[in-house]
C-alpha cells in the first residue's frame, strides 16, 4: 500500500484535558469512513476496523460506502455485507468486523466523519470528489490507498504512507493502520510515494506479458529492473523533490516486486499475451476479475499522454511500449526488443535537477 495523506487537523480535545482517562470520556474521537468497498477498500476496512475497536481516539465505527450493486440472487450488496459481515462479492470468507456499516448513501457515508480514506479505482474518483463538494466537514484529513498487498488473512505484510509536512497527523494514520501483521512506516514524499504505487502498474502489465510468452525469471527480472528504473526517472523528472530512498520503502520496490509476481495486472496481461493480443484487455478483466478493476492500462494510456506532451518518449521505451502493446499497435513481444542502451539515463537524470 502506498498512501499519501492530505488535510488538516481537527480540532481535538486532549485526552489530558478529560477528569477520566476512561474510554468512554475521551471525545471528541476521530470518525472514519472508508470511500469505497471493492477488494482492497474491504481489506483497509477490516484493518482499520480492528484498531478503531480498541484505539480510545477514534470512534469505534468505520463507516464504509459501497458503490451499490446487486448480487446475481437480487440482493443489494451493500445489504449483504451488514447482514453477513463480509464483502461477499469483492472479499468472500473474510469478516471485516461487526463496527464496519456498509453505507450505500455517499453524502450520509461521509457526514460525520473527519478522516477520510479514499480508495475506489482512480477512474471514478473524480466523480465522487465532485459529489462531496460541500459535503464533508471542516478540517477533514484524507489518505488516498494507492497501493498494498494481499493481507485479509492476516499474512505479514508492510505499507508506506507519504506526508507533507506534518508527520504528527502522518503517525495518526500509520495507528489506524498498524496491527502485527501489517507494518506502515511514514515518510516525507508525497508524491514518491503515489508515483510508487501508480508507475508499478504498468511495470507489472509489461511482466505479465513477459510471463504470457513463457520467457522465464531472468527475463522477468531485467523486466522489474528497468521498470523500476523508469519509475523511479519519470518520478523525479515530474517532482524533483521525489527522494531515492522511497523507492527502497515498501511502497517502491517490494510493491513493486509483489505486483509483478502476482497482481491482477500481471495475471490479465498474462491472459492477453497467451492469447497473442487477440482478446482485448477489457474483456479479459471483465471475464478473469470477477468485477474488479485492472489500473495498469489505463495509467500506461495516462502516462504515455505525458511522455508524448513532454516530448520524452525515447528516455522511456518501457512505457511507451506497454501502451502502444495494450492498444495492439505492436505485438506482445515487442516488450523485449527495444533497446535499453538508447535510454540515456544520465540525461533524465540531469534532467531532473533543472526541471
Ligand atoms: N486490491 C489490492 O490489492 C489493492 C491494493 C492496494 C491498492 N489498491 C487500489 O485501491 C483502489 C481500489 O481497488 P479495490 O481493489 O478496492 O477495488 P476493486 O477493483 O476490487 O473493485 C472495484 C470497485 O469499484 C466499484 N465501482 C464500480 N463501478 C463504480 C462506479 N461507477 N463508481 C464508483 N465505484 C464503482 C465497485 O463497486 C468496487 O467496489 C484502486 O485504485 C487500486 O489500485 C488495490
Not at 474521537?29 to 472508508?34: E, P, S
Not at 443489494?76 to 469478516?95: D, F, M, R
Request: aromatic share 8%; glycine share 8%.
Amino acid at each position: 500500500m502506498a498512501p499519501s495523506i492530505e488535510g488538516k487537523r481537527p480540532e481535538v480535545k486532549s485526552p489530558m484535558s478529560t477528569t477520566c482517562c476512561n474510554r468512554e470520556e475521551i471525545t471528541p474521537r476521530y470518525r472514519v469512513t472508508v470511500v469505497g468497498s471493492g477488494n482492497w477498500g474491504s481489506v483497509a476496512a477490516k484493518l482499520i476496523a480492528s484498531n478503531t475497536a480498541k484505539l480510545p481516539i477514534f470512534h469505534d465505527e468505520v463507516r464504509m460506502w459501497v458503490f451499490e450493486e446487486i448480487l446475481p440472487g437480487g440482493e443489494k450488496l451493500s445489504k449483504a455485507i451488514n447482514q453477513t459481515n463480509e464483502n461477499v462479492k469483492y472479499l468472500p470468507g473474510i469478516k471485516l468486523g461487526k463496527n464496519v456499516i456498509a453505507d450505500p448513501d455517499l453524502e450520509n457515508a461521509v457526514k460525520e466523519a473527519n478522516m477520510l480514506i479514499f480508495v475506489t479505482p482512480h477512474q471514478f474518483v473524480a466523480g465522487i470528489c465532485k459529489r462531496l463538494v460541500g459535503k464533508i466537514k471542516p478540517n477533514t484529513e484524507a489518505i488516498s490507498l494507492i497501493k498494498g498487498m494481499e493481507i485479509a488473512v492476516e499474512k505479514f505484510s508492510e505499507a508506506t504512507i507519504g506526508y507533507r509536512q506534518d508527520k504528527e497527523v502522518a503517525q495518526r494514520w500509520a495507528r489506524l493502520f498498524c496491527t502485527p501483521y501489517f507494518l506502515v512506516s511514514v515518510v516525507q514524499d508525497v508524491e514518491g510515494v503515489e508515483l510508487c504505487g501508480t508507475l508499478k502498474n504498468v511495470v507489472a502489465i509489461a511482466a505479465g506479458l513477459v510471463d504470457g510468452m513463457n520467457m522465464g525469471n531472468n527475463t522477468k527480472a531485467a523486466i522489474m529492473r528497468i521498470g523500476l528504473r523508469e519509475m523511479r526517472a519519470l518520478s523525479k523528472l515530474l517532482f524533483p523533490s521525489v527522494r531515492d530512498s522511497t523507492f527502497f520503502e515498501s511502497c517502491g520496490v517490494a510493491d513493486l516486486i509483489t505486483t509483478c509476481l502476482g497482481g491482477r495486472n500481471r495475471k490479465v496481461a498474462e491472459a492477453f499475451a497467451k492469447g497473442d493480443g487477440k482478446r482485448s484487455f477489457d474483456e479479459l478483466e471483465a471475464e478473469l476479475l470477477g468485477g474488479q478493476k485492472l489500473q495498469g492500462v489505463s495509467t500506461a494510456k495516462e502516462v504515455y499522454e505525458i511522455l508524448s506532451h513532454r516530448g520524452w518518449q525515447a528516455i522511456f521505451p518501457l512505457f511507451m511500449t506497454v501502451h502502444e502493446i495494450c492498444i495492439g499497435q505492436l505485438p506482445s513481444s515487442a516488450i523485449v526488443e527495444y533497446s535499453e542502451q538508447a535510454t540515456n539515463f544520465s540525461i533524465v537524470e540531469g534532467l531532473a535537477q533543472y526541471c
